[in-house]
């Protein structure tokens, strides 16, 4: 009888990721719906002693498979210990971070197991009837959202992308005995040859690739203005781009700007920050599906395409709404 | 009578619209303000095949139809008239009359580069004396031994700036008349050939227009094309062949523009309303809608019947005629539609009605082609 | 290395379908079928990997009929043949049933490489080509941004977000490409004539793959997950203007609308 909600806790260098916490949050939920209990499954090399924190992020037992040959995700060592942990433990749902690497183990790790894999859940609950687990997730390239179910099959598995489930407060009491488990790992089982790992810091934004746009105009009165609205679309996990008004007055960089001479944009959300809204900027930004504007001036042209205008000061409004946002996350 | 495109036209369309609208499009301003032939735009066209779409494999080109040709004139025209015009005469004034009168080694040692792409072409026939009346060649052509000796000038020379390859006309027995016009191949570097004065113009300002001044330029006898006293035949039918693709050039101008003033009517508003929800903006755009779907099933038509090998000649100055004037007075159109801003260079609608007017003239003005046009009708 | 295969999907281009304002739900007339992105990546590795050591590319799809058109393009951009697998019985199919399907047409045709994209716009999911691995039993690297050949290994370049791995692999092996980090080729006008008058598309149906593949394993009855429901996100009504808000009302006004259409 399949039990236990699993959560595998990605780590890199020996760092546990933010996902990590937050899945195990996610996880203490639907466990309790459940009456069952939550597992983190940590797979590294030498991180033993490191996963011990996941209790005070709220498992309640951590499996760890700790074996040199898990150093630096490769696919298949990786695939085979979380196929064993799973062929022993039977659990009833396993939950991995959707980054480049649970994108690339769980669906794997599905079809070794044959069981279903949703992916990029952006919300997980449990069917109060079936105690099924309900996994909603956009699709049709975020046009619409689904509930996808998995009934006969286990575990059920899903990814949920980072930043969208909330982490535990970290509680330093709970604590737990790491059980420390043989996948039966080998030289054997690295198929392919890591020749060098690089490692890189952030490259330049395109920001017709963005979700999330805060978007700066003559009204955000001059270079630094723009360093409150990075900070509100860095908590928007988006991007800052700008109309051509700033670009003239060197404020930025052509990069950002969005119009009839500059890049065309369709973001699920463009916060319009200070900028009027004349027809050559709305030409470039008016398919965005969410328009939000923020203006001194009633009249401002911005108003007729925005979905939520706020006639107010940016200067105010921009830091206390990245406040509150941040309150959120936690 | 199938109106429908084929599957493979379809998908030349395709092809053509995606090419113009991330290759050609981003650059067509700067194009213009800056008076700049688009090398690097040319050098991708080469490589996608575009530079010798009508011509067989075996000559460097892509084995493709009169039809697939015209589109990809079109579709860059619609974006870019500028680009639309290097296409269309290095295609069909300086790759066709070699493919359709060379010998197999001028083809080989001709075609082949210009098919793909690998040099340019450009057609001298016009001079300072003889534009319409293009008979009056005054460029000579003496044969010595070997090789002819050419001088003259040719003037408005479409492509000259950076073409390799030119076809030359020129009067080898004045006695003769227009049968005594013969056409040459003739190269860049060949001695005593030079590239003079470059025109600045009301439109296409991309398209590098200039003057060739040829003061005893040797030309080596092998490249005489065709017969001597051939000359005007072949360039008379090698304009014909031109006309389709210049036509080709005004139709997407006039789509191009079309396709403009929708966007920006249905986001304007005045008085209130979105300016497309006004009869007078619906009205006219449907006149000319009209105009140019009309244009452009005479510039089919024609580009089949060249295809098929039938006459065209008539076809060919009609879709010309038509299609230009339609583009002057849809260009013209959609820069009123646009109001203000339409006059100003910000919006690309002033420059497609400045493009538009040397459709109107060149390769045979409008007057040309009427004459052209009753003389099939048998009332010359 | 002698033969490529590419697997890619027609997909309905996600960025240009919009919501019927009034009845709620998606206008999918009139979008057009493209390639899917990553895909096409996929072709242009693929075609990259030909040029420099002489292998034959076939495109392989599962949809339907009018898939055609794609298999035409990527011909047209330069592989050498196409398969198409269409029927009935693949309906429905979640992707371990997808995954079956193509897997069992693989096993028909000679490999050494595999490439496919790394998700579909339409799915988004990026699990199709790691399960089509699985099923054939062989070592994939997903997230792969370019591939290399130097003598018989392959060296490939995949990514993360916050660091790449450059890994040596052997053949057989299949691939996940990206679309952002490979420009793909336009197709060529000479290979579009040639696509429709010199190359043909061919079409297989279950018959073709059924020895390759438990039927249990196909459609909508092999798939393990299954749609419960779904729904269209709230519909875009006309903008409202806040004008006597204080800033903080403002700031709860933004962040639950932000909430409304699932930005945070």
């Given at each position: ?187 054997n089982d690295v198929n392919l040859k890591i020749r060098e790992v690089v490692k890189e810091t ?129 | ?343 100003t260079r910000e919006y690309p609608v002033e420059r497609m009605m400045r493009d538009a007017k ?23 | ?264």
């Open positions: 009888m399949s039990k236990n909600v699993y959560v595998y806790a990605e780590q890199r260098d020996g760092v546990f990721q933010k996902v990590a916490y937050e899945l195990i949050g996610k996880a203490k939920e639907l466990a309790q719906d459940l009456d069952q209990k939550v597992v983190a499954v940590a797979l590294g090399d030498k991180i033993t002693h490191a996963a011990k924190e996941l209790f005070s992020y709220g498992a309640d037992q951590v499996i760890v498979v700790d074996h040199p040959t898990l150093l630096e995700y490769l696919t298949e060592p990786f695939t085979k210990a979380m196929y064993a942990v799973i062929k022993a433990k039977d659990p009833e749902i396993v939950l991995y971070g959707a980054t480049a690497i649970g994108r690339d183990l769980a669906p794997r790790v599905s079809a070794r197991v044959h069981t279903g894999l949703t992916a990029d859940c952006t919300k997980l609950e449990i069917d109060a009837e079936t105690k099924g687990l309900m996994m909603t997730r956009p699709a049709f390239g975020g046009n619409i959202m689904a509930t996808i179910i998995c009934p006969d099959y286990r575990p059920q598995m899903a990814t949920v992308r980072p930043g969208v489930m909330k982490a535990l407060e970290k509680d330093a009491s709970q604590t737990g005995e790491v059980e420390v488990f043989d996948a039966g790992l080998s030289e952030k490259k330049v934004a395109d920001i017709t690739e963005a979700k999330v746009l805060v978007s700066g105009g003559r009204g955000i009165g001059g270079a630094e203005g723009f360093a409150a609205l990075k900070e509100l679309a860095d908590e928007l996990g988006g991007e800052i781009s700008s109309s051509r008004a700033c670009v003239d007055a060197g404020w930025i960089i052509r990069d950002h700007q969005v119009g009839q001479t500059g890049k065309t944009v369709r973001p699920d959300a463009y916060i319009a920050c200070g900028i009027s809204g004349a027809i050559q900027h709305a030409a470039g930004m008016e398919d965005s599906e969410l328009i939000i504007a923020i203006n001194k001036n009633n009249t401002a042209p911005i108003f007729d395409i925005a979905d939520v205008g706020i006639v107010g000061d940016v200067d105010v409004i921009v830091p206390k709404l990245t406040e509150a946002l941040k309150k959120i996350k936690g | 009578m199938d109106y429908n495109l084929s599957k493979e036209h379809l998908l030349l369309q395709e092809m053509y619209r995606s090419f113009a609208e991330n290759e050609v499009k981003p650059l067509a301003e700067e194009v213009d303000e800056e008076e700049r032939f688009p090398v690097e735009t040319v050098k991708k066209m080469a490589r996608n095949g575009m530079m010798g779409i009508p011509f067989p494999k075996e000559y460097g080109g892509q084995g493709g139809d009169v039809l697939g040709y015209v589109m990809c004139v079109e579709e860059l025209s619609k974006v870019c008239g500028t680009t639309g015009v290097i296409v269309s005469a290095h295609t069909s004034l300086c790759g066709a009359p070699i493919y359709e009168n060379g010998t197999e080694e001028q083809k080989q040692k001709y075609l082949v580069p210009l098919a793909k792409g690998e040099k340019l072409g450009a057609f001298g026939l016009t001079e300072p004396g003889a534009g319409t009346d293009a008979s009056g060649q005054q460029t000579k052509a003496v044969l010595e031994g070997d090789h002819y000796v050419l001088n003259g000038s040719k003037i408005f020379i479409t492509n000259a700036g950076y073409a390799d390859i030119f076809i030359i006309l020129a009067m080898t027995d004045k006695s003769k008349g227009t049968r005594g016009i013969s056409a040459f191949i003739v190269e860049r570097d060949f001695p005593g050939f030079s590239v003079g004065k470059h025109e600045k113009k009301m439109g296409i300002k991309g398209s590098s227009t200039c003057e060739l001044v040829m003061e005893n330029c040797i030309v080596p006898k092998e490249n005489l094309l065709g017969a001597e006293g051939k000359g005007f035949g072949i360039a008379m039918k090698t304009l014909d062949g031109g006309r389709i693709g210049i036509a080709a050039q005004a139709l997407g101008l006039g789509e191009g523009a079309i396709d403009e003033v929708v966007k920006y009517t249905k986001e304007r508003t005045q008085f209130g309303r979105r300016i497309s929800q006004f009869q007078n903006t619906q009205f006219q755009l449907a006149d000319m809608h009209t105009q140019m779907e009309a244009a452009k099933l005479l510039v089919y038509k024609a580009a089949c019947k060249k295809e098929a090998r039938q006459p065209y000649t008539k076809d060919a100055a009609m879709a010309k005629l038509f299609a230009a004037e339609a583009a002057m007075s849809v260009t013209t159109k959609a820069v009123q539609l646009f109001g203000g801003y339409g006059y040397i459709t109107e003239i060149y390769e045979g003005t409008s007057e040309v082609q009427r004459m052209v046009i009753s003389a099939n009708l048998g009332v010359n | 290395m002698k033969n490529i295969l590419v697997c890619v999907k027609q997909v309905p281009d996600t960025t240009e379908v919009k919501l019927d304002p009034k009845t709620g739900t998606l206008i999918r007339d009139g979008v057009p079928s493209i390639i899917n992105p990553d895909d096409k990546a996929g072709i242009e590795i693929a075609l990259q990997l030909k040029e420099k050591t002489g292998a034959k590319v076939t495109v392989l799809s599962m949809g339907p009929m009018q898939a055609d058109i794609a298999m035409r393009e990527a011909l047209a951009m330069g592989c050498d043949e196409a398969v198409l697998l269409s029927g009935r019985e693949f309906a429905g199919s979640d992707t371990w049933a997808t995954s079956s399907a193509i897997a069992a047409a693989i096993k028909n045709l000679p490999y050494d490489l595999i490439i496919a994209g790394r998700q579909a716009i339409d799915g988004d999911t990026a699990q199709v080509g790691p399960q089509i691995a699985e099923h054939l039993n062989i070592p994939h690297i997903s997230y792969v941004a370019d591939a290399n050949v130097e003598g018989d290994t392959l060296v490939v370049k995949r990514d993360f977000e916050d660091r790449y791995h450059m890994i040596e692999a052997k053949t057989p092996l299949l691939l996940t490409a990206l679309g952002e980090t490979t420009e793909p080729r336009y197709m060529s006008v000479g290979g579009i004539y040639d696509a429709y008058r010199e190359k043909e598309v061919k079409v297989w149906s279950y018959e073709d793959v059924k020895d390759n593949v438990d039927p249990a394993n196909l459609g909508l009855k092999g798939s393990p997950t299954r749609v419960k429901k779904s729904f269209t996100k709230p519909v875009k009504a006309a903008g409202v203007l806040h004008e006597d808000v204080s800033a903080d009302e403002a700031v709860d006004l933004i962040i639950s609308k932000l909430q409304e259409k699932y930005i945070i």
